[in-house]
């Protein structure tokens, strides 16, 4: 596989890291049910106060959604690093552009994409008005996509490092906040009654920068801590 | 052959001797211009004729968050120096400038809270400029956090060189989206009237502080990049002659 021609290498890459994470079926699941349990329990602190609940529920489960693709984005080259496969990949004469966005997007469909789909299901419950729903998966749907990618740079940086989890919050909360500031207003214009549109395509474009230059700055930092 | 010059200044020993030798003289030119911006500023210049004596915290409160963003400039592009020449003395100038934008950061926001409670009436207000360098404090703290992390220090170096950098990409954005949240959820009570154009005798004690400032940070990045140097070039011959002189 690592053989592959250039024009295979997304797609091998990509392959490959979906089978590693469906073969491991409970570790794959774990974001989302932390995430599910942690939303479910909001009402539990805030009281089942419909109309209060009404009102924050978007920013609750924004929030919970960055915390758990946080989690998952963290430990992404983490496995690859402890058993050298990750090493070998840098070695390569290979762009680390293309292994690394398969990587990403296979981390994406299989860790974050769940919990994007399953976030307006949650919304019935706690209650948000039925026409929010749709805003509030499509905005997930990119806004968990910039989360991984983003978090995969903070992911690069601390690698190497011990008890990393708090030390990875502390460097990519701050990275995270126009994409939650967008991604919670689409809700919100749809809620005053103006167009959603707007923010969404803010955060598309958010994500179009991303995804040029997140793997650009990942195999930056791979090249120059490793080869030495 | 012509790069030569330019490796002089990569050369901690040479940038020890040289700042040695100007840091007296910047010392005092730092410490006479602080005392007569804030003598003039405190006791001089005029009342505002709307906040009374309460605007001159805007004395050390503008010209601390000038610096808070400069800082953070300087410190990527010294990061970024650093990863692309591979000059170490660029790396610990980065690592130095950290705590110390941390510390302009801090006593920005701290001035800017004393200064909304008589003004605004409550101590934070969550304006785009407070929440945008709220922000930049928690960049300035993950820069620091993740260059002290690591066993190896030359590789939390480099980690928080590229952290830096990518916050510096970001900076524009958060500041564009902040200000766009703030016109979103701007509540009405709260007016912020646009800075008239300020007397000279209020204008002339704030460029004082502000060039005043610019040279504290300079004073104080140099001491710390100099004890940084004494620290790591512990073992060469001219640190070991240096300090048992």
């Not at chain 2, 660029?90 to 008589?118: E, N």
Request: proline residues 5%; hydrophobic residues 55%; charged residues 10%.
């Amino acid at each position: 596989m690592i053989f592959a021609t250039k024009e295979n290498l997304f797609i091998s890459y990509l392959k490959r890291d979906l089978v590693v994470s469906f073969r491991g079926k409970s570790a794959s699941l774990n974001p989302l049910i932390f995430f599910v349990m942690i939303v479910l329990l909001m009402p539990l602190s805030l009281g089942s106060y419909s109309l209060a609940l009404q009102k924050v529920a978007p920013g609750i489960i924004w929030i919970m959604a960055l915390l758990s693709v946080l989690l998952s984005a963290g430990s992404i080259f983490d496995e690859d690093y402890n058993d050298g496969s990750l090493e070998q990949m840098i070695i390569t004469p290979n762009l680390l552009f293309l292994p690394l966005l398969g990587k990403m997007t296979a981390h994406w469909i299989s860790k974050s994409l769940p919990i994007a789909i399953t976030a307006p299901f949650l919304g019935l419950f706690l209650p948000m008005p039925e026409n929010a729903l749709i805003p509030l998966l499509v905005g997930l749907i990119i806004g968990t996509a910039c989360f991984t990618l983003l978090g995969s740079i903070g992911a690069a940086l601390t690698v190497p490092t011990k008890d990393k989890s708090f030390l990875l919050a502390l460097i990519i909360l701050p990275l995270y906040v126009p994409i939650i500031i967008f991604g919670s207003s689409v809700i919100y214009y749809m809620a005053d009654g103006m167009n959603w549109r707007y923010p969404l395509a803010a955060l598309s474009s958010i994500f179009c920068i991303l995804v040029v230059l997140s793997p650009l700055a990942i195999s930056g930092i791979f090249r120059s801590s490793m080869i030495e | 052959m012509q790069w030569t010059w330019f490796h002089k200044f990569a050369s901690p020993k040479w940038f020890y001797q040289i700042t040695g030798k100007i840091l007296p003289f910047l010392a005092w030119l730092t410490f006479f211009l602080l005392v007569i911006g804030l003598v003039l500023g405190l006791g001089y210049a005029p009342a505002d004729a709307k906040q009374g004596n309460s605007f001159r915290i805007i004395y050390i409160h503008v010209p601390s968050n000038f610096l808070a963003l400069a800082g953070y400039f300087l410190m990527a592009i010294a990061g970024a120096i650093g990863l692309i020449w591979r000059i170490k003395l660029a790396f610990w100038v980065m690592k130095c400038a950290a705590p110390i934008g941390v510390v302009f950061t801090l006593v920005g926001l701290l001035t800017g809270s004393l200064w909304g409670k008589p003004t605004w009436g409550s101590f934070w207000v969550w304006d785009a400029r407070g929440t945008s360098m709220l922000i930049l404090l928690f960049l300035y703290v993950g820069v620091y956090s993740l260059g002290r992390s690591f066993h190896n220090a030359n590789s939390g170096e480099k980690a928080s060189a590229f952290l830096a950098i990518v916050g510096t990409v970001n900076i524009p954005i958060i500041y564009k989206s902040v200000d766009w949240w703030f016109t979103l959820h701007q509540p009405a009570t709260i007016k912020f009237t646009s800075a008239p154009s300020m007397h000279p005798d209020m204008f002339y004690p704030l460029l004082i502080m502000i060039v005043g400032f610019y040279l504290l940070y300079a004073v104080v990045l140099m001491l710390a990049v100099r004890a940084e140097i004494l620290l790591r070039e512990r073992k060469t011959n001219w640190v070991r002659t240096l300090v048992l002189k």
